[in-house]
Structures are given as C-alpha cells and as structure tokens.
C-alpha cells in the first residue's frame, strides 16, 4: 500500500520543485503556505513544520521563527504576564504565543464559549477597537476558535489575533502579534497557519 505523505512532506516537495531560474517569478504568487514559502514586506520565508510546546504541537511556520530568549522575553513581557511559550523572528517583530490554562478542564466543544467570552472581555477592555474574525476552524480533530483586533499604542498599533483550542483537556491560549503595517498580509496567513496545527502523540514504551 503506498504511504500518504505529510502536510509537511507535500510541502517540502513543492519548495524542491521550484524552478531556481524563475526566483523573480515567485514574487508574483499569491501568499499560500501550501507553496512551501511566503513573502511579507518583500521579504521571502520559507515555510516549515515546527515543534512547539516542548514537542507537544506541530505547526507550520516560518522556518525563522524561534524560542525567544528567556532575558528578552522578561524585557518585553514586564508585568509577570508572559505567555508560557513565546516564538519570535529576527527582529521581534513577529511573534506567536503559547500558554497553557490548567485551572480546569475543557473539552473540544467549550473552545468556541470560551473564544465568545473573551472576545468580549477585549471589546471592554479596548472599546475603540473592532473584533474581527470571530470564528472556529478545524485543525485535524481540534476546534480552533479565534479573533483579532488592533491594540493601540503610543509607537504605533499593533495587530492581534488570540486563539483557542483544547490540549490534553486544558485550555490552549494561543496568540500572534505584528505591526498593523503588516496586518493585511500576515492575517490570511495566520489561519492558514493555525490549520496545520497537530497535537503529537506521545507513545508509550511497550
């Protein structure tokens, strides 16, 4: 029987198929991380499977993304809220975040109240900005609830997307940030991304 290749296969083979001799090309493709690579701000990043949570999910990312430095994220992240998990770019600029709630259990039908009750904790806490893309999507087997919104700030917005899902009967907060500049070509990309979350099962030594 042949093997069904991987999310993350099908896209390797895509990226070894590019011709090198049309690299000007690629510019002109619209942004679908299926291609293997995406280009935000003229800037080209190729596009891998990565393991977060200290191996508990996969995801497709920028390769470039990575765990940012604990010192860092103490600097960026003060008040003593930091996300459990924070991966960033080169500059800091882009950022994904992970934490995990384990004050109780949820299951995968709870995700999108929970995505509902706190989208409207931002609609007070931040009344002059609009909640958008308020929906659920399937990842695999998991819901993923989110929303959006746009942080206002004294250098400048920011755009924000929090995200929901069940993981190993906890709640998954999920978040991704950039510079509103960079809102209308990071937020389908996004989603993308968020469907090609996996939780990796551990198996068990026999």
């Not at 508990?56 to 103490?74: K, N, Q, S, V, Y």
């Not at 509103?180 to 990309?189: A, C, D, F, S, Y």
């Amino acid at each position: 029987m042949e093997s069904r290749k991987t999310y993350a296969e099908a896209v390797m083979e895509k990226i070894k198929g590019i011709d090198q001799t049309e690299e000007q090309s690629i510019y002109n493709i619209e942004n679908d991380i299926e291609n293997g690579f995406i280009i935000v701000k003229y800037k080209k990043m190729e596009i891998e499977e990565k393991s977060v949570l200290d191996g508990g999910l996969t995801m497709m990312l920028p390769a470039e993304i990575h765990l940012m430095d604990e010192e860092l994220a103490r600097a960026k992240y003060p008040d003593g809220n930091r996300p459990d998990y924070i991966y960033t770019n080169e500059d800091t600029t882009v950022n994904f975040t992970f934490s995990i709630d384990d004050s109780g259990l949820i299951n995968n039908e709870e995700v999108e109240e929970v995505k509902n009750i706190l989208s409207s904790q931002m609609r007070r806490l931040y009344p002059g900005s609009k909640i958008e893309d308020s929906q659920t999507i399937q990842a695999g087997e998991k819901a993923v609830s989110f929303f959006s919104f746009d942080i206002p700030l004294i250098d400048g917005n920011i755009y924000n997307l929090m995200f929901f899902m069940e993981y190993q009967e906890h709640l998954l907060i999920g978040g991704f940030n950039c510079s509103i500049h960079q809102k209308k070509q990071w937020r389908p990309l996004v989603r993308q991304m968020l469907m090609t979350i996996r939780e990796t099962v551990q198996q068990e030594s026999v």
